[in-house]
């Protein structure tokens, strides 16, 4: 007679969902190596990840940087606070004083 086994899979919480999605994308982290850890496969890793990235539309990531006067031509050391937003090959820079939802339409606009 043969043999069935049955394979129950675990309920994970959105804590635990958010922890694993974290960590295989940390700098220096492999996908398929956190996931290995977690006994799950990777693929699951990606569709958390775009199930988080759906869920908070208009999210990123920022890192604060120290401001490099001087080395942008034209740039003075009295220049005012700006906002330097990257996306992969395109950069911006926004004056602090402009508002919110000007800043947020520029961004959401060039981020098509």
Request: net charge positive; charged share 20%; proline share 7%.
């Amino acid at each position: 007679m043969g043999q069935v086994q049955v394979l129950c899979g675990r309920r994970w919480s959105e804590e635990e969902k958010r922890a694993i999605v974290a960590a295989g994308f940390a700098p220096g982290a492999v996908v398929r190596d956190v996931a290995r850890q977690a006994d799950i496969c990777p693929s699951l890793v990606y569709r958390w990840r775009q199930v988080f990235q759906a869920a908070s539309p208009g999210f990123a990531e920022v890192v604060v940087a120290p401001c490099e006067r001087g080395s942008a031509p034209g740039a003075s050391v009295t220049e005012a606070p700006m906002l330097e937003v990257a996306f992969s090959d395109l950069r911006v820079r926004i004056a602090a004083s402009i508002p919110p939802d000007l800043a947020a339409a520029v961004i959401k606009a060039l981020g098509r």
